[in-house]
């Protein structure tokens, strides 16, 4: 049975992976850069990357995940 940490660590690089998917297909479909409802869906979705980029820092270092010489939270770095 796998750790429920890795369950986590999963679901949150995949809820990560399709944040930034989203945001391509964002562009993809994008005409107008200067569109102000462009800009505040961009804002928007930038948003959902950072909340799901730091829940897959997060459930990395709670499975015990570190590689210090990449990790830029580590204080030895």
């Known amino acids: 049975m796998t750790d429920k940490s890795i369950i986590s660590l999963r679901e949150a690089a995949a809820a990560y992976a399709e944040a930034v998917r989203t945001t391509q297909r964002f562009f993809d479909r994008l005409e107008d850069a ?7 869906e961009y804002a928007t979705l930038v948003e959902r990357e950072k909340e ?5 820092l997060e459930a990395i270092e709670a499975a015990g995940f570190e590689v210090p010489s990449i990790d830029e939270s580590d204080p030895d770095n």
């Not at 799901?52 to 897959?56: F, G, I, L, S």
């Open 34 to 40: 200067g569109d102000p409802s462009a800009l505040v």
């Open 52 to 56: 799901a980029e730091q829940a897959r």
